[in-house]
């Protein structure tokens, strides 16, 4: 039976690597135990919903008349406190006279003969949440056959159950690095992701310098984004809340101060499952990572003060109060930024104007933009 043993741990890591499903790694047990039926299943202990189910030596009827079966099936309860580090025994828990007077008995098995015992093992039990395999096998089912099935068993047990614990870390890690950090730096807005609570597991070039800048937000010892304001720090946590609680998108948040033009964040679920194989999904599920952006106004690219007092006339003044418009500020914020009395602002804008041969300060901002995108900065603000 060596061969068969070696087979089946190939086939394992094989799988793994490719992402199917590791039950089909059961098949040359099975082949080589036809009169035994093979269950290889994903299962919540406590509520009996299948995540994922694999049969080997079964009809293709078998998945709908488990579930058909449903709370009556005596043995997942039993998986709740079975052993990780040996084989299971049935009997060691519920009588096979107990299980031949169940509904699951004549639901499941009765179609197939007297199957009132089963050998198995964990491969994963987390929470509620388990991975195991069951061989099912006959009342008569004795002698040599049934030493070399346990033998069987009790051989491929740890590389099963090794070999999942590898995978299932490699899900996880791929579920926070190569999922973000291939497109995360392009965002050209600052960007981060919330792997669970508020803490910060990426975050891009922009976020960086946006949390190293702002007077607001930042990051604090445990790696959580917080705010030294509070309304902004109230309205960011409600908004992680309510975007987790109803896994749809939030925002445009505004994050409203003295000074603007104001910033504004947006936050969506990520969904990391979409890509991971059944046999992982129930064990990488918790908080959903989020991707939030914030989006500051003033980031729009900006003329320099000489390439705007060089191609509009407009002394360097001028061009300084162009600059807090074309940022979104409005003349009042401009002249308070400025400080130059509000009178003042306007008469800079409308000598701006008069140069420009504009007449509305909505056509100034916008040749102002066209100047940034056409005549490239010298160096980077």
Known sequence: MQ???????QRLYANIALGEDIGQAFEPMASSFRETMLCYKIVSLSSLEYHHMT???TKEDMEAKILAAGQSNPLPRFAKFAPLNALIHTEDFISQDEIRDTDFFDLVFSDYGVFDRVRG????????DAAMVSVAVQSDFDGPDAMQLEKTL??????FQNAFSVALHLEQRRGLTDAYSFWLDRIPSAAFILDQGHH??????????FFSSSQSFFIDRRGEISSRHNEHRKLFEDAILRCRTSGKPLGPLVLNGEAA???????MPINVLSETPAYLAPFVRGPQPLLCMIMDPGDQPLAELDNLQRYFGVSKREAELLQYLVRGASVGETSHALEISYNTARNHMARIA??????S???????ASDLAARVPRQNVR
Do not use: C, W, Y
Request: aromatic share 10%; hydrophobic share 45%.
């Open 55 to 57: 049969f080997l030596n």
């Open 3 to 9: 061969s068969v043993h070696d087979e089946m741990v």
């Open 261 to 267: 033009p104001n910033p504004f964040f947006v936050v």
């Open 121 to 128: 093992f964990m491969i994963h039990r987390q929470g509620m």
């Open 200 to 209: 910060v597991a990426f975050a891009n070039k922009q976020a960086e310098v």
């Open 154 to 159: 009790e051989t491929v047990r740890p590389h």
């Open 354 to 359: 008069d140069k420009v041969s504009v007449n």
């Open 361 to 367: 300060q909505s056509e100034l901002v916008r040749l």
